[in-house]
């Protein structure tokens, strides 16, 4: 089978979550979870030839994928793929680091911002972490 036609069957997985046999493939692989899931998952081995197809064919989707994350209170900010980079997490071993700031300031994008009053999402600043004495092996 080719990229296209997985790319578009991926799609659907997401987009078309009342389709029988969108239904019929959540309920068997995904369970309870949401329909997004289809892109974070890992591969199952004992998939059906169709899922395995499927699920190896999003990465032309999740390639091209991008997502408007307004205000930043629901993009997570280590788990998600929300700048087109890959997500934070998978680029390197950063477990402490993550650990130390989501308990400091949350786990969310905006968790991450100065946002001075009145600005735009454009007009975002990142916080300071260089004064934050944060370290890889505490």
């Excluded at 890992?42 to 994350?69: E, M």
């Excluded at 307004?70 to 950063?94: L, R």
Aim: hydrophobic share 40%; charged share 25%.
């Amino acid at each position: 089978m080719n990229e296209a036609l997985g790319a578009k069957l991926t799609w659907r997985t997401h987009d078309n979550p009342n389709q029988l046999w969108v239904k019929v493939m959540r309920d068997k692989y995904l369970g309870s979870m949401e329909n997004h899931k289809i892109f974070t998952i890992r591969n199952q081995p004992k998939g059906s030839a169709i899922w395995n197809f499927i699920v190896s064919s999003r990465k032309v989707i999740i390639y091209h994928l991008t997502w408007h994350i307004g205000n930043g209170s629901s993009a997570k900010f280590w788990d998600d793929s929300w700048a087109t980079y890959p997500v934070i997490k998978d680029m390197a071993d950063f477990s402490d680091i993550k650990t130390q700031l989501c308990s400091i300031w949350g786990d969310r994008v905006r968790d991450y911002l100065e946002v001075k009053k009145g600005s735009l999402a454009k007009d975002w600043c990142w916080k300071d972490l260089s004064n934050m004495g944060l370290s890889e092996n505490q």
